[in-house]
Each structure stands twice: as C-alpha cells, then as structure tokens.
C-alpha cells in the first residue's frame, strides 16, 4: 500500500510540474472518454491542442487565440488577487455581463456621435459597472457576514437576466426588424473596439490583459497591498496585526476583481460579440477560476494557463465542425482540467511513501 | 529499573541544520525524565521521532526490548506510547468527551466512555466534567483534557512536550502530583521543560541535549540549575542585570478601557499609567484578558476615544500601523500565525511589523535588501539559531522563533514597548538574555508592559506589579518587597478557585 506524507514545504519544482502533470492527464481522460464515445482519440486530441495553431486552417483559428485568451487573463488577473487573500469570487461572470451592459449603454446613449472620448467613456462604465456588481457581495460580507462565495455565484444568474431584459427591452436596436439584441457596436466606429494589427486577433482587451499581467507581478511581489494580501491568506491573525483591516481588503479584492472582469465584458461587447444579446456571456468569468488556480495564481502562469484554456475553446470549436464531437466537449475538458489539477495539487503537499 | 524505551545513534538533518545526531539514550519504567536543552537543541525533533511523526535519517530505537520504527503516531499510540503536545489540538465547541472519542480508535459508547473518564480523573486527582465545553475550560484544565486522552490508552510511555508553559503553579503542581502517580504505576514518562527549578524538584533523571548532540543524562537533584544550564550551553549563564533605571516622565496613559468581549474576556474598566523607563508587569493566568489587553494596546481592537493615550496624543482609534509610527509596538504572545506568519521567511516576517520604523517600506514599495537585512540583523543581536534570513518561520524551533519575535520590536527603538508571555518556551540562557534586553530597553528610557504568567519573571523584571483576573486590572504595587504570596493572593489563586480581593 502507499501512504501520503506531509511535505515541510511545497518544491518550486512539484509547483510548476503539477499544471503541466495535469495538462497530459486531460489529454488521456479525454481521449479515453473520446474512444469511449466511437471517436479516434488520437484525431480529436490532435484536432483540440494541435490543429488551431498548425493545422491546415490555422490562419483562420490563431488569431482567435488572443481574442479568447484575453479576457480571461484579465480576469484572472484580479481573481487570483483575492483567491491570494482567501477572498472568494466566484461571479466573474456577472461582473462580466454587467461591466459589457454599461459600457454598451454609453455607446448607445452616444450614438450616432462621432466623439474621441466615447470609447474611453464605456472604458470607464465598464470598469464601474463591474466593480458595482464586485462590490454587493463585498458589502454583503462586511456588513452582515454573507459568504461572498454565494453572494457573487448568485448575483451570476441576476445578471444574465438582466442581460436578456436589455436585450429584449431597454437596449434593442430599433433597427433591428424586433430581434433581440443591441445595435452592432462593431458598426459604429467610435464605440468600436476593432482588432489593431490584422490578422492577429489583438484587440485593446489583450493590451489590457498585458498590463493586467505586468501590474498583477509588480503589486504581488513589490508592493506593500500584495504582501497584505498574501498575509491575509496565510495567516488572518498576523495581517490584522500588521495593520491590515479584513473589510478594506474584502472590497479591494472584490472591487478589483470585479473591475477588471468588467472592462473584459466591455472589451468582448464592442468587439468580437458586437452586441448585448440575450445570452451576452459565454462562461468566460468561469473559466478564468480554472485559468488563476492552473496558473499558481502567478502572472507568468495566468498568461501560459489563459492561453492554454483559449486553446481549448478554439480546439472544441473545431472538434465540433471537423470530427461531429459534442459541443459539451470543451466544458468537460475544461471540468477535467481543474479536476486533475486539484488531484495532482497533493503531490505539491505530500510526498508518496510505500508502507512497509 | 527495566528499560521501556531506549534510542540508540538517532540522527535527523534538515536542510541546513543537524537537528540530531547520535543521541542514544533510555527511559526506565516507574521514573519522570527530563529532557534539556537551548531551543533548537533538537528535544522537539528527538521525541516526535519517538511518536512517528518524523522518521529519524540514523539509528534505531527500541520499546519494551522489541525493535521499534512507528510509521505514523497511529502506529506509536498502537505500541504504547502516548504525547502530549504543547499546543493544544482540541475542538472547542465539543465537549471534553466528544473530544476525548475523536481522537480514539473505536471509541466506547458514550455513557461508557463518561464513566472512564470520570473514573480515572478521580483516579489522578484531575477532576474534569466530561460534559463540559472546551471553550469553557482554562489551559490546565484543556491539558488535563490531552492527558486523560492519553491515559486512556494506558501508555507504557508518556511524552510530554513543555507541558507547564501554561500553567500556574498551582496547577503545574497538580501534574506533577498526577505524572508521579502514573510513574509509581510503571509508566515511564519523557517530560521536555525549560524550567529547570521544576526539573530539579519532580524528575529522576535529565538528559541532556545541545545543539542536537547527547552531553549526557545526570541526576538533576545533584546540580543546580546554573550547573544544569551550564551543561546545556556549554558556558555560564550571566545574570541578568537591573541597573541603570530611572523612571522619567509618563509616556502611555490608559483610562476607563473597556471592551465588549464577545468571543473572548471582556476587558472592564482598564486604567494604567506608564512612565518612561519602567516596566509594568502584569501577572494574570493565562485567558483573563491578557490577549485582549495586547489587542486593544497594539491597535487590532480599537476603543473608545481617551482611553490609550501615548505621550498626549490619543491613540484609541489609531490603527496599528499608526501607532507603530508614534512608537507603540507590541508583541503578542502567539509567535505562529499572530506575531509571525509560518510560510513567510523570517525576512518577510519584518515587513509585519518593521515595515514603516526601519523603512523596509517606502511609499508602498517593500525593499526587499533591507528587509533581509533588518531580519539578519536580529538573527545577529538576538542569536536567533537559523540558515539565515530566507528560512521560512514556521522551520525555525519555539524559542528561536520568539527570540526573533521580541527583537523585531526591541531593535524598532519604542517608546513603548507590549509584550505578552516574551519568554515563552524559551531556554534558561536565551530567557535570560530577553530579559536584559528588555531591562536596556527600559534603561534606555522607553516604558515596558510585560505581561507575563512567569511570575518570578515578572519580580524579575517589573518595578510595578497588577493583577490581571477577568477583565479586570488591580491597582499597581511596588515590586519592591512583594512576595510570592502575596501577588498568589492579588491573582485570586487557581483557576476554578475563590477570587481573592485585592488591596489597593
Ligand atoms: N520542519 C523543519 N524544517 C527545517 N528545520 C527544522 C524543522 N523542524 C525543526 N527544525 C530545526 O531543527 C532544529 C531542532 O529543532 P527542535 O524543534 O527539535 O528544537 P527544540 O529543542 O524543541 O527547541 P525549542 O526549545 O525552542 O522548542 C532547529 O534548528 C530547527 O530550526
Ligand atoms: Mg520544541
């Protein structure tokens, strides 16, 4: 028999295999399940992790890489902030939603004006608009104790309903022979948020997911905010000591994540979606979860995770057009991802020993 | 005299440290051994290796003359060894008897179990309800709790690590009364402890460890405790010194504080006054307010406006980095997780607390050379026994922690300085060596709270003596010419006992 035994410290070396252990274990649990299901394992890997970046249609699928990848590196980004601090936000994607809705309703209330400022005005509302919906659970918890781990999950569905009531009501484009859905953001140019070099999928979302990146490393590591955060993770007691006040931090956390989950919702609207629809999100505030804890709640990890979570959004597409695979394909994936990443995670913590 | 457990050549390395090497010793059925030595001499290591927590690197053991290698503590308990840890793994909301069946393989059936364990408190002189909440209990009477835990197993050796750390005299006499019946009944008993006044009245025999390797086991009654402390650091121990004090003028004033406890001890109606260049001590057992008392001073609880006032200006509302600036520190008494973080290396442990003093933070930004820095510079004055300033907190032994602790704040120049319980598990050599760091501090002028359950520290150090009891601080008395008997009677005596008034 084997035996778990508690390591003093985590290895950096376990830490970086653990993703990576993970990554191939996806592979095989997914190839059996594919096998399971009739298909050709070998094909529908290939079609999943190779084919979107070298495959024979590969011009068409990498630029989607970026415009995938973006938005959840930058959610991530301000998630992995609060997970740092054991501050639990679990609706990204509310915030998302909400962040897009407001952005659009400046463009809409713009529209037709052709002004420098619009853009940088939805910024704007959709940073506020996220940090709003970031901060109801905040409040909740300071004030009454709520768990933000539900408060934020819940307000999720609030916001898709609201989505779909914008969709149908308030923002529908007149225009728009009575379907439902806002005006094509992609269509007005000074609310456009239109791909910067052709052919490469960069939008100012992946520019903002950059500086995400770099501003996440220098707060974590230089900063006097990150090493409150890690200490309130680490040891809750020690942080209050030091000086740290627990609800200024719960709103912080939120507050940011929330904003930052906000502007990839308004980055995604006058964008690649074009427009509020009644099913504007696309599980993105989800997968960024799985895309902060694969990357070791790192920047360097959050951008290769953030990649590798987009490439099998693109990778599933294709599976579905070329092999017929279930469109659920991406989403058990991904599920598998995280499943085999917190199972290798004891390793980081405990060595295997034989039992004598 | 029949050997129950005997090691021999045991060795274990950490990274950087030899925590032991070759120690060979044995423990005989019916006596209480000591083990000595400074912290970090490895007595912690050596007998979690007994209880299977860690595998030793070399060597062999041997209970009741069988070869013996436990696996995992599971496999220890199964042999017959049981330990008593200094920190305290108890639920409080459960009862002691919910605790007492969680921990045990297959537990009897309730009122079974209440009854044994009712038997044998009576049988030891430890009387515990077993229906009472562990919330509700002092520390003696959680740590009757471990022991009856242990006696239930009926070991055949009983480990405990620095068991009277905690408790008041009255109730370390208690033990003692309890581990002699259990030796008298054949059970060998390993017994880890820095005090070495108690060693040299209750135990048999010391063994004697430094810096992980075997000096030898003697017969404690026939040294004294500068012969015993000698032995462990291998020189003289110096006196502590109480020269050079003149107290100036006040510097902290605390008026009508008061807090609304909750979870823990209200505090009611607080006043002191401290002057420059003196230390107040304040005795108390353990659960009365003490931690409470540190909070409200250090910042982590705010009180009502007037009520902690530092040289005029008023701090009451101040958070603790405010008042750090002002020069209010304060060290509480949990190194790991309140006065340190145990993943954070000890030069990021600076930043908790040194970060605006020694400008280890510069608007927001950690400079991380001068934290390293300001960390090897306490490791240095404080002889903090560690690799270095990148080793995590948590791998550095109790003392050695808190020596790392207490000069993190003594080296920020305070104006006042808070400690709670600053020699706490700490050696006889390096006590001493806080304590006459916390004499200069004073004698440099800044103003000391000690707050402390050592009383002879507190005669020690303190030029004015009051009584923590429930929330409630006793008028200050001079030092000067108190007894022991008499500051027994300001503290109301044993917990559970009659609470004593106390003169002004
Ligand atoms: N998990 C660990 N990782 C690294 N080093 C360790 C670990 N545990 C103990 N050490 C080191 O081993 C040495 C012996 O530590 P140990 O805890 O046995 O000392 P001790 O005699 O119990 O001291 P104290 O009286 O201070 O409790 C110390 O130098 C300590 O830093
Ligand atoms: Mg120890």
Redesign the interface.
């Known amino acids: 028999m084997f035996?778990l035994e508690p390591r003093?410290?985590a290895p950096l070396l376990w830490q970086v295999a653990t993703p990576v252990l993970a990554v191939l274990a996806t592979m095989i649990g997914g190839g059996a399940l594919f096998a399971a299901m009739g298909f050709d394992p070998l094909a529908a890997i290939r079609t999943i992790f190779w084919d979107p970046l070298f495959g024979p249609a590969a011009a068409y699928s990498r630029p989607q890489l970026l415009v995938k990848a973006g938005p959840l590196i930058l959610i991530a980004c301000g998630l992995a902030l609060g997970f740092r601090a054991g501050i639990w936000n679990i609706g990204a994607e509310g915030q998302y939603i909400i962040g897009a809705i407001c952005g659009t309703a400046v463009a809409l209330a713009a529209y037709p004006l052709d002004a420098f400022w619009i853009f940088p005005a939805m910024i704007l509302a959709g940073a506020l608009g996220g940090w709003a919906w970031g901060m109801v659970p905040a409040l909740l918890r300071n004030w009454f104790g709520a768990s933000e781990i539900l408060v934020s999950l819940m307000l999720v569905y609030v916001a898709q309903k609201v989505a779909a009531w914008m969709a149908f009501g308030p923002m529908k484009n007149p225009k728009g022979f009575n379907f439902p859905g806002s005006r094509n953001l992609q269509q007005y140019d000074a609310a456009a948020n239109p791909e910067l070099i052709a052919g490469s999928g960069l939008h100012w979302g992946g520019v903002a997911a950059v500086l995400a990146l770099a501003a996440t490393w220098f707060v974590m590591s230089?900063?006097?905010?990150g090493?409150h955060i890690?200490?309130a993770g680490?040891?809750p007691?020690?942080a209050?000591?030091?000086?740290v006040?627990p609800e200024r931090l719960v709103a912080l956390c939120l507050g940011v994540s929330g904003a930052l989950a906000g502007l990839a919702g308004l980055f995604e609207v006058a964008g690649p979606a074009g427009q509020i629809t009644e099913s504007f999100g696309s599980g993105y505030g989800f997968t960024a979860i799985i895309v902060a804890f694969l990357g070791r709640l790192h920047p360097l990890g959050i951008l290769l995770a953030g990649l590798l979570m987009a490439l099998t959004y693109i990778g599933g597409e294709l599976a579905q057009m070329m092999l017929n695979l279930p469109a659920a394909t991406v989403q058990v994936f991904q599920g598998m991802l995280l499943f085999f990443l917190l199972g290798f995670d004891i390793l980081t913590r405990y060595r295997i020993r034989r039992?004598? | 005299m029949t050997d129950v457990f005997r090691a021999e050549g045991l060795g274990k390395s950490?990274p950087g440290v030899r925590a032991n090497d070759d120690v060979s010793f044995a423990v005989a059925g019916g006596e209480i051994h000591a083990l000595l030595g400074e912290n970090g001499a490895g007595k912690s290591t050596l007998v979690k290796m007994i209880y299977g927590l860690v595998r030793p690197d070399e060597g062999r053991m041997a209970l009741l003359g069988a070869p013996y290698a436990p696996?995992?503590p599971r496999a220890a308990r199964a042999a017959g060894v049981a330990m008593v840890f200094q920190h305290f793994s108890l639920f409080e909301a459960l009862t002691v008897a919910e605790n007492i069946a969680l921990g045990m393989e297959d537990p009897p059936p309730r009122a079974e179990l209440a009854r044994r364990i009712e038997e044998l408190s009576q049988g030891y002189g430890l009387p515990l309800n077993p229906a009472r909440r562990i919330a509700s209990l002092s520390a003696g009477e959680r740590q009757r709790v471990e022991i009856l835990r242990c006696l239930l197993q009926d070991p055949r050796l009983l480990i405990m690590d620095e068991p009277t750390s905690v408790l008041t005299p009255q109730e370390a006499g208690i033990l003692f009364a309890t581990l002699r019946q259990l030796a008298e009944a054949g059970t060998a008993i390993l017994y880890i402890s820095h005090k070495l006044e108690e060693i040299r009245s209750h135990c048999d025999r010391a063994t004697i460890l430094r810096q992980g390797r075997l000096v030898g086991t003697v017969d404690p009654r026939a040294h004294s405790a500068r012969e015993l402390a000698a032995m462990m650091v291998g020189a003289e121990m110096r006196l502590v010194d109480r020269s050079g004090r003149k107290p100036g003028a006040p510097v902290l004033e605390v008026r009508g504080l008061s807090t609304p406890g909750g979870e823990g001890v209200a505090l009611k109606d607080i006043a002191l006054s401290l002057r420059a260049g003196e230390i107040l001590g304040i005795g108390g057992v353990a659960g009365n307010g003490q931690e409470e008392l540190l909070s409200a001073l250090?910042?982590?609880t705010a009180t009502a406006p007037g009520t902690v006032v530092l040289e005029g200006r008023d701090l009451s509302t101040a958070?603790?980095?405010t008042r750090?600036r002002a020069g209010l520190l304060?060290a509480?008494e949990?190194r790991l997780?309140?006065?340190?973080?145990?993943?954070?290396s000890l030069a990021?442990n600076t930043?908790?607390?040194a970060?605006a003093r020694q400008e280890l933070?510069r608007r927001?930004?950690?400079d991380r050379k001068a934290a390293t820095a300001f960390a090897q510079q306490v490791i240095h004055a404080f002889d903090v026994r560690t690799p270095g300033p990148g080793t995590?907190a948590g791998?550095l032994s109790g003392g050695n922690l808190q020596k790392f602790v207490i000069g993190r704040e003594v080296l920020g120049r305070p104006r006042v300085l808070v400690v709670n319980q600053p020699t706490w598990g700490v050696d006889a050599g390096a006590a001493a060596a806080i304590r006459q760091a916390l004499l200069d501090l004073a004698a440099q002028g800044a103003g000391l709270i000690v707050i402390s359950q050592d009383l002879d520290e507190l005669l020690e150090l303190s030029d004015r003596f009051c009584a923590l009891n429930q929330g409630r601080l006793s008028a200050p008395r001079p030092t000067e010419g108190l007894t022991i008997e008499e500051i027994g009677l300001m503290l109301g005596g044993a917990h559970g006992m009659e609470v004593a008034h106390v003169p002004a």
Do not use: W
Request: proline share 6%; no cysteine; aromatic share 8%.
């Open positions: 035996r003093a410290s230089r900063h006097v905010l090493f890690r200490t680490a040891a007691r020690a209050r000591f030091a000086g006040r039992r004598a | 950490y696996h995992d250090s910042g982590e958070s603790p980095e750090r304060a509480p949990d997780g309140h006065a340190a973080v145990p993943e954070f990021e930043l908790l607390t970060g933070i927001g930004l950690i995590a791998a």
